[in-house]
């Protein structure tokens, strides 16, 4: 009788055992199953996600090619376009200079003519005097003004020394005792330097 029980609880232990064992393989079955399925799926899934991300970044650096190549055709546009306002610039401010000077020109003329036939001096002065006013006006109205020199401070920045003379008096010294050539300057900018004699 007791072996009779013992074979029955091995044999209840058997079944359980098989029964375990078999669960314990389908439990496997199914969590392999996902994980092949994954492995088949996952590959397609992240191929269709590169070529969206490729396909993305080419219409991206084709956008940006486009906007550099609107940008450099701009760029070089504005540059021809510069140069070319430059060029004229330099072209109209000559000839407003020119066109100014025509009628002091003019006048010289006239001054000539006269001088062929004229006999009274002073009216011929008066003459050259009123042109040489009229250019110095021209000269002033285009910012053109004149360097004062004699009796001034000898001053590196706008006068150029030619010769160097002995102060009469002590209050002379360092200063313009005479200008030989008179300079000019146009706003802050000196043009030609006064060539000056200074004391010593």
Do not use: W
């Not at 062929?116 to 250019?135: M, N, P, Q, Y």
């Not at 005792?177 to 060539?195: H, N, P, Q, S, T």
């Amino acid at each position: 009788m007791a072996e009779n029980k013992n074979q029955q609880q091995d044999s209840e232990e058997q079944k359980v055992e098989s029964v375990e064992s078999a669960t314990a393989e389908a439990t496997n079955l199914s969590q392999s199953e996902p994980e092949s399925e994954k492995c088949e799926t996952t590959p397609e899934a992240e191929v269709d996600e590169n070529v969206k991300k490729i396909e993305e970044l080419t219409q991206q650096v084709e956008t940006m090619n486009d906007k550099y190549l609107r940008l450099s055709a701009e760029y070089d546009n504005y540059r021809k376009r510069t140069i070319k306002e430059k060029a004229d610039l330099l072209k109209s401010a000559g000839s407003d200079v020119l066109s100014g000077l025509l009628p002091v020109m003019d006048d010289f003329e006239r001054a000539l003519q006269h001088m062929a036939e004229a006999t009274d001096v002073e009216s011929l002065r008066t003459g050259v005097e009123l042109i040489h006013k009229k250019f110095s006006d021209f000269l002033v109205k285009k910012g053109v003004e004149e360097i004062a020199a004699k009796g001034e401070t000898f001053d590196v920045e706008l006068h150029e020394a030619i010769a160097r003379m002995p102060a009469p008096s002590e209050d002379m010294k360092g200063k313009v005792l005479d200008c030989v050539e008179k300079g000019y300057k146009m706003g802050d900018k000196v043009i030609r330097f006064a060539k000056v004699v200074v004391c010593d």
